[in-house]
T-cell receptor
Framework: AQSVTQPDIHITVSEGASLELRCNYS??????LFWYVQSPGQGLQLLLK??????LVQGIKGFEAEFKRSQSSFNLRKPSVHWSDAAEYFC????????????FGTGTRLQVTL | GAVVSQHPSWVICKSGTSVKIECRSL??????MFWYRQFPKQSLMLMAT?????????EQGVEKDKFLINHASLTLSTLTVTSAHPEDSSFYIC????????????????FGPGTRLTVT
């Protein structure tokens, strides 16, 4: 069974500081990996995804993530956080196929201090 | 990008009544949609996979007779919570699956904005 672990429930960073959100996955084959962001009371917005190819993927809003197969990780990074980045971040794993289900991690709540 | 809408965005109903939530893909066709449930400050839990023209596939522990799913067209899936009780109060989110152009098996799930259900 596929699973996702986000070890950090809550992270606080200062505006302008760098950010790294951790994500570890468990999947029996090559995973499809996603990072989503959710603002309070809202749906999910896709930040970036990895299917194959270059293991460093660029996303929207200045985010990037690196797929490391040997560590079963897909950590999300941003070099300089903005106050508007405060939200809940979810890592998800899915498989191949035309209609693969996604399994989400428990989320990391990001707080940004000014 | 692709847009998914949900209606209503919030609903309050009395215990014992039924409520229907609609999920629409506005600018693409989705043979597969997914329904999730999210409790406050928690992650998304997949309830069921909605397949156009066929029965939904429910996750273990989800009561199929309580959460009725109908995917009648390529752009619309509905979730009906029957005989709602206060414990059904939650945030329900749908998503629509879209394969990416160029093949390779890539895809995305586009999420709706969610529906807040409160059962009194």
């Amino acid at each position: 069974a596929q699973s996702v672990t986000q070890p950090d429930i809550h992270i606080t960073v200062s505006e302008g500081a760098s950010l790294e959100l951790r994500c570890n996955y468990s999947y029996g084959a090559t995973p499809y990996l996603f990072w989503y962001v959710q603002s309070p009371g809202q749906g999910l917005q896709l930040l970036l995804k990895y299917f194959s190819g270059d293991t460093l993927v660029q996303g929207i809003k200045g985010f990037e993530a690196e797929f490391k197969r040997s560590q079963s990780s897909f950590n999300l990074r941003k070099p300089s956080v903005h106050w508007s980045d405060a939200a809940e971040y979810f890592c998800a794993v899915g498989g191949t196929g035309t209609a693969s289900k996604l399994t989400f991690g428990t989320g990391t709540r990001l707080q940004v201090t000014l | 990008g692709a847009v998914v809408s949900q209606h209503p965005s919030w609903v309050i109903c009395k215990s014992g009544t039924s409520v229907k939530i609609e999920c629409r893909s506005l600018d693409f066709q989705a043979t597969t949609m997914f329904w999730y449930r999210q409790f406050p400050k928690q992650s998304l839990m997949l309830m069921a996979t909605s397949n156009e023209g066929s029965k939904a596939t429910y996750e273990q522990g989800v009561e199929k007779d309580k959460f009725l799913i109908n995917h009648a067209s390529l752009t619309l899936s509905t979730l009906t919570v029957t005989s709602a009780h206060p414990e059904d109060s939650s945030f329900y989110i749908c998503s629509a699956h879209q394969g990416l152009a160029g093949g390779g098996g890539g895809y995305e799930q586009y999420f709706g904005p969610g529906t807040r259900l409160t059962v009194t």
